[in-house]
C-alpha cells in the first residue's frame, strides 16, 4: 500500500535553514504537501506541489520534488522559533478521497 | 472565523459508551474528511463525503463508528461502546478542490 516516511527531529540554530525530508512509495499521486502541526492544534496546510513540478516557492519556503526518487523536501528560509512545530508530508494517492500521512518531524528551533 | 470547526474540542468518556463528535466544514466545500491522529503519530484516513454521499471508508472504521453528513453540509462521527483504543484526536477537513484545510480536532480520552 501506500507509505510516507519522514525523518522524526531536526534540530536547528534561529536564522539558519531547515530542510525537512520526506519519502512516499505512491506512482500515482498527483498532489504532494506540507502541512504544519502546534501542540494541541489541527494541521495548517503551508505549501503543496504538483507532481509535474520540481520546485515551489512561497515566501520563506521552498517545496523540492525529486519524482524519480520519490522524494520531497520542504526547506525554511531564516528558521524562527515560531517555526518550532511537527511537520507532516502527505499525498494525494492520485484521488480527492484521501491523504496519506507520514509520522511527522518535529522541529526544534534553538537561539 | 469560517474556518472548519469541530465540537467539542474535548470529550472524556467511559468505556462502553457512546460519543457523537460534530464537524462544520467551510462553507462551499463539497468535500469532507475525517481522520484519526494518534500520539506520535500522521493522521490516518477514515472516511470522505463528496455532498452527502459517503464514498469511502477506511478499514480503521469498525462497526462501532458511523458517520453522516445528513445534507452535505456538517457531519457527525459516531463512536459506539467506546473502548480505550479509541482514545485519539479527531480531525475534519473539508476542501473544494486540491488543498484540504483541518479544523482543531476533538480529543477524546476513554477512560
Known amino acids: 500500500g501506500e507509505d510516507v516516511e519522514q525523518s522524526l527531529f531536526l534540530s536547528v540554530r534561529e536564522g539558519d535553514s531547515s530542510v525537512i525530508n520526506c519519502t512516499y512509495t505512491?506512482?500515482?499521486?498527483?498532489?504532494l504537501y506540507w502541512y504544519k502541526q502546534e501542540p494541541g492544534a489541527g494541521l495548517q496546510l503551508l505549501t503543496y506541489?504538483?507532481?509535474?513540478?520540481d520546485m515551489k516557492q512561497d515566501q520563506r519556503l521552498t517545496v523540492l520534488l525529486n519524482k524519480k526518487d520519490k522524494h520531497l523536501s520542504l526547506r525554511i528560509a531564516d528558521t524562527q522559533t515560531g517555526d518550532s512545530a511537527i511537520y507532516f508530508c502527505?499525498?494525494?494517492?492520485?484521488?480527492?478521497?484521501?491523504?496519506?500521512f507520514g509520522a511527522g518531524t518535529r522541529l526544534a528551533v534553538h537561539p | 472565523d469560517t474556518g472548519v470547526s469541530q465540537n467539542p474540542r474535548h470529550k472524556i468518556t467511559k468505556r462502553g459508551q457512546n460519543v457523537t463528535f460534530r464537524c462544520d466544514p467551510i462553507s462551499e466545500h463539497n468535500r469532507l474528511y475525517w481522520y484519526r491522529q494518534t500520539l506520535g503519530q500522521g493522521p490516518e484516513f477514515l472516511t470522505y463525503f463528496q455532498n452527502e454521499a459517503q464514498l469511502e471508508k477506511s478499514r480503521l472504521l469498525s462497526d462501532r463508528f458511523s458517520a453522516e453528513r445528513p445534507k452535505g453540509s456538517f457531519s457527525t462521527l459516531e463512536i459506539q461502546r467506546t473502548e480505550q483504543g479509541d482514545s485519539a484526536m479527531y480531525l475534519c477537513?473539508?476542501?473544494?478542490?486540491?488543498?484540504?484545510?483541518f479544523g482543531p480536532g476533538t480529543r477524546l480520552t476513554v477512560t
Open positions: 502527505a499525498d494525494d494517492a492520485g484521488g480527492y478521497n484521501k491523504l496519506i
Open positions: 506541489i504538483f507532481s509535474n513540478m
Open positions: 505512491d506512482s500515482s499521486s498527483t498532489y
Open positions: 477537513a473539508s476542501s473544494l478542490a486540491d488543498e484540504q484545510y
